[in-house]
């Protein structure tokens, strides 16, 4: 089965569990499966919080000390709908917990070297689906309809509550989102210019103190704050050779 995995996607993967024998255990499985894959190891989930790293699987325990695996769970996917999450527990008490924030399995400790070698190839394989939709596309999923969106398609995005409404050209579409986590899924290109949006460099017209005129007309908020850090972004990006749409 792990011939199916292919080896040309670096993957960042991290193992959260406070027991070092089990992290020794999972690391081991992984260099068995994928011998030139490297992953992080962390005791505590908010020391993966904090760092400054993106992940693409994770492999985490739901007893820890501090938070529990749950509770760092709901602020991972803030932070990146894309991650993947495994479960690696003593109890089946969290069963359902564990499907509230969307995690991708649920393994049961002593693991078992055939289920794990059998959801870890799985995981491999959704996870290169998903980094392949992060180049040119962002993954959109709404109640009736999962499609990927062309990013340079993409004018801005603003919060609404729990959702972010994104606005194309021909269309605004709606998610359950936050705009932290989309703002790491489509990169430098789209800069953070007030805590309610998030604009595409691409489309920037001109730019005022309180204000940036996109190609289309529309007008969006930058925060006055912001205005000196934006500057020198947008410099760097047309710099950079980026795109401009008139």
């Not at 996870?127 to 596309?137: I, P, S, V, Y």
């Not at 959109?140 to 398609?153: A, E, Q, V, Y």
Request: aromatic residues 12%; proline residues 2%.
């Amino acid at each position: 089965m792990a011939d199916d995995i292919e080896g040309n996607i670096l993957m960042e993967i991290a193992i959260v569990d406070d027991e070092k024998i089990i992290c020794n255990e999972i690391k081991k499985r992984i260099k068995k499966i994928k011998p030139c894959c490297h992953a992080d190891e962390y005791a505590r989930g908010e020391d993966m919080l904090f760092a400054d790293k993106l992940y693409n699987i994770v492999f985490l325990d739901i007893q820890l000390k501090g938070r529990d695996g749950i509770d760092i769970a709901e602020e991972l996917r803030q932070k990146s709908e894309n991650t993947i999450v495994i479960f690696i527990t003593g109890v089946k008490d969290y069963v359902f917990q564990a499907f509230d924030v969307a995690a991708f399995h649920y393994l049961l400790k002593p693991i078992d070297a055939e289920k794990f070698e059998e959801v870890f190839v799985r995981a491999w394989k959704e996870a290169e689906k998903r980094k392949r939709n992060e180049t040119g596309f962002l993954l959109i999923r709404t109640r009736n309809r999962t499609f990927p969106l062309p990013k340079d398609s993409i004018l801005y995005v603003e919060s609404r509550g729990k959702k972010a409404e994104i606005h194309t050209a021909r269309e605004t579409i709606s998610m359950y989102a936050s705009l932290s986590g989309l703002q790491a899924e489509l990169g430098e290109e789209f800069y953070r210019s007030h805590r309610g949006y998030l604009v595409n460099m691409a489309y920037v017209s001109e730019y005022y103190h309180d204000s940036i005129l996109l190609a289309n007309g529309e007008s969006i908020y930058l925060a006055k704050e912001k205005y000196q850090e934006f500057a020198r972004a947008y410099m760097r990006y047309l710099r950079g050779g980026g795109v401009i749409h008139g």
